[in-house]
């Protein structure tokens, strides 16, 4: 467990320190902390911590008890661990929450801590991996059980760059968080592959509309030349009325052939009639 919190201890006091070099670069005449007083606090968080989660700690099921050793920090509240150790070392709680981010998550688990910075948009990062312990460490880590297997193994557990180096095997807290973000990450997917599906349905709409549009245009287009052919025609296959009141048949005496003449308002003319 010493080594789990000594990384959040380590984590929280460099945020800590980040905000506070960006507070002394932007700000003039406003009150900060000192080194001593920072490394007071990291002592101070690390006395809590360990005094809060003693009981509270089950490496057999690392699951059990994360929402208790869950470390928050939002834009309106302070974690009460953080807040505990601040009056512990007299240091102003609400400092120390002006230097923090605005919103973070700190998960103290068995073999695992890792945290997230921002509510929903972040992601989640892991600052220290373990092996699972043993059943034989197990046993040696029941309460009222000191063992000198324990006192080594906490020895060389403290050394986190070899620990985090050798391939870290399966951690179930760890799948947990990993889980939620792939669920998010699929409900992304899922959205964005309806809007896509939502764009194609409107393009098939309006190429549709655009295919009726050209044959009501080409429908038209082929009835006025139909019209205009049929005006044609008509033009081509008209003759003259002529009155059969205005048509005289006249035999002449001496050809002996009919011949017909045709009075019309303009003129009369004869029309020799083939015997």
């Known amino acids: 467990?010493?080594?789990?919190?000594?990384?959040a201890v380590k984590f929280i006091i460099s945020m800590l320190r980040a905000g506070h070099r960006s507070k002394l670069v932007r700000s003039k005449g406003d009150k900060f902390f000192l080194e001593p007083e920072i490394e007071m606090l990291q002592l101070s968080l690390l006395t809590v911590m360990n005094r809060q989660y003693k009981d509270f700690w089950f490496p057999e099921s690392p699951n059990r008890?994360?929402?208790y050793r869950c470390i928050r920090i939002n834009k309106d509240k302070m974690d009460p661990i953080i807040a505990r150790a601040a009056d512990a070392c007299g240091?102003?709680?609400?400092?120390?929450?002006?230097?923090l981010p605005d919103e973070l998550t700190l998960w103290v688990d068995?073999?695992?801590?890792?945290y997230r910075i921002g509510e929903e948009d972040g992601s989640i990062c892991v600052?220290?991996?373990?092996?699972?312990?043993?059943?034989?460490?197990?046993?040696?880590?029941?309460?009222?059980r000191p063992s000198s297997s324990s006192?080594?193994?906490?020895?060389?557990?403290?050394?986190?760059g070899s620990l985090s180096s050798s391939s870290p095997p399966f951690n179930n807290s760890r799948n947990s968080h990993l889980h939620l973000q792939?669920?998010?990450?699929?409900?992304?997917?899922?959205?964005?592959?309806?809007?896509?599906?939502?764009?194609?349905?409107?393009?098939?709409?309006?190429?549709?509309?655009?295919?009726?549009?050209?044959?009501?245009?080409?429908?038209?287009?082929?009835?006025?030349?139909?019209?205009?052919?049929?005006?044609?025609?008509?033009?081509?296959?008209?003759?003259?009325?002529?009155?059969?009141?205005?048509?005289?048949?006249?035999?002449?005496?001496?050809?002996?052939?009919p011949v017909q003449f045709v009075h019309s308002p303009y003129q009369s003319y004869p029309a020799f009639i083939s015997s």
Not at 128 to 144: C, K, N, R, V, W
Not at 151 to 160: A, E, L
Not at 229 to 257: A, L, Q, R
Request: hydrophobic content about 20%; glycine content about 4%; some cysteine.
């Open 1 to 7: 467990m010493r080594v789990e919190l000594e990384s």
């Open 65 to 67: 008890g994360s929402a």
């Open 91 to 99: 240091l102003s709680c609400h400092l120390i929450r002006a230097y």
């Open 110 to 114: 068995p073999s695992e801590v890792s």
């Open 127 to 144: 600052l220290y991996e373990g092996p699972l312990p043993t059943p034989h460490d197990m046993i040696a880590a029941q309460p009222g």
């Open 151 to 160: 006192s080594s193994s906490s020895s060389v557990s403290t050394s986190p």
């Open 182 to 257: 792939h669920q998010q990450q699929q409900q992304h997917l899922q959205q964005q592959q309806q809007q896509q599906q939502q764009q194609q349905q409107q393009q098939q709409q309006q190429q549709q509309q655009q295919q009726q549009q050209q044959q009501q245009q080409q429908q038209q287009q082929q009835q006025q030349i139909h019209q205009a052919d049929g005006m044609v025609g008509s033009y081509t296959s008209y003759t003259s009325p002529v009155k059969p009141s205005n048509v005289i048949t006249f035999v002449p005496p001496t050809y002996g052939s």
